[in-house]
């Protein structure tokens, strides 16, 4: 049974994809309003590989910042810690997100160039509708969605030829064929795996969630606008994976962020300009 053997990699830390301590350490204190910005340069600065993206993407067309950064300091001061917690997970993901996932009929630069559009498109959202939440919370609520697929990609192989036929002539959600053959969905595994990581509870009910916003229990809102932008960026043809288009937008989803279709129609005609705006990052 498939189930086994993926109980068995989420039980062995050794085989899941990791992030730098210090990942989990700067958004453990950055969940305090007052956190001190000498103390987080400080933790941020003890990964090199992190410092140094920080101040690559800090000084990016992208962040517009307003004088070169130089230091981690200097890019919370210019950025503010918000901006600077989002480069931060921004080069997290990257590490884990950028990597062939064959068995979903993805290449690593599919992936990451999608996952990063459903982060912005998300972000674009937010702030197009003038919702409550804030965007950068929703880029980095979009940015992670997918990170459950490098789990269960590796399991692929086994059945992949049983799973295609059946994708023929099944029109159910992909996911539902992920847990018939998996025993979890990537949703599941994306929730596991950000709980490990010791991930706010807001983060990991989207990640959970946001093909089904309507069992998000954390913050229905911000679940929808990441599982309308993720629709979006699949249907426009980019990061499609094995699954297609199999799942709708939620009408849930639709009426809770007040999204028309004329809103729909605008958002996919500006997918370029997002590409274009996010040149930088998708080489960080």
Not at 32 to 42: G, R
Not at 158 to 174: A, R, T
Not at 217 to 224: A, E, G, H, P
Request: aromatic share 6%; glycine share 4%; charged share 20%.
């Amino acid at each position: 049974m498939l189930k086994e053997k993926v109980d068995e990699v989420l039980k062995d830390v050794n085989k899941l994809p990791a992030i730098s301590s210090v990942v989990s350490k700067v958004l453990e204190k950055l969940q305090n309003p007052d956190v001190n910005i000498n103390e987080l340069a400080s933790e941020i600065s003890k990964d090199p590989a992190i410092t140094a993206s920080v101040i690559k993407i800090s000084n990016s067309a992208y962040y517009r910042a307003s004088k070169p950064i130089r230091t981690v300091s200097e890019a919370l001061m210019t950025l503010g810690t918000k901006t600077v917690k989002e480069i931060v997970l921004l080069t997290a993901a990257k590490g884990i997100l950028a990597q062939d996932l064959s068995s979903y009929q993805l290449e690593a630069a599919q992936l990451w160039s999608a996952s990063l559009l459903v982060a912005e498109m998300s972000s674009r959202i937010v702030q197009s509708k003038k919702l409550p939440i804030d965007k950068d919370l929703a880029f980095t609520s979009g940015l992670l969605c997918s990170v459950g697929k490098i789990v269960l990609a590796q399991f692929f192989q086994p059945v992949l030829f049983q799973l295609k036929n059946e994708l023929k002539e099944n029109k159910e959600p992909f996911p539902t064929l992920e847990k018939k053959y998996f025993g979890y969905t990537h949703m599941e595994i994306s929730e596991n795996l950000l709980t490990k990581w010791n991930f706010p509870p807001e983060l990991v009910d989207v990640v959970a969630n946001y093909l089904n916003p309507e069992n998000s229990k954390v913050n229905q809102l911000l679940t929808s606008v990441v599982h309308i932008a993720s629709i979006i960026i699949i249907v426009s043809g980019i990061g499609i994976d094995i699954g297609g288009e199999s799942v709708p937008i939620s009408p849930i989803a639709l009426s809770l962020t007040g999204i028309t279709d004329a809103d729909i129609e605008n958002y996919f005609l500006h997918i370029p300009d997002l590409q274009a705006g996010l040149a930088d990052l998708l080489n960080v």
